[in-house]
Nanobody
């Protein structure tokens, strides 16, 4: 079993920035892919961004504003979020797919963008 723990969420004003972290209890060097998803109230969970090897993928609604990165030495995935908008308000979840096929999710961290 692998635990993923997100942190870094909070309340930020429009135009502000946050950096989310996702700490894994097992080496993320063994992951096939990792990603960030989000779920706003009464909406389905949606992919924000993912990283597979050296390849990154971003949803159109965050391109140019969000950046995904990973630190294998710290077993941590990051999401840098700039130019935040009220519509970015959601619970953000980390997901990891390990090489043996297992998929793990974190418990989520709330991001609220409001003045």
């Amino acid at each position: 079993q692998v635990q993923l723990v997100e942190s870094g969420g909070g309340l930020v004003q429009p135009g502000g920035s946050l950096r989310l972290s996702c700490a894994a209890s097992r080496s993320i060097a063994s992951t096939y892919s990792m990603g960030w998803y989000r779920q706003a109230p009464v909406k389905e969970r949606e992919l924000v961004t993912s990283i597979t090897g050296d390849n990154t993928n971003y949803a159109d609604f965050v391109k140019g504003r969000f950046t995904i990165s990973r630190d294998n030495a710290k077993n941590t995935l990051y999401l840098r979020m700039n130019s935040l908008k009220p519509e970015d308000t959601a619970v953000y979840y980390c997901r990891a797919i390990y090489n043996w096929g297992a998929i793990y999710w974190g418990q989520g961290t709330q991001v609220t963008v409001s003045s």
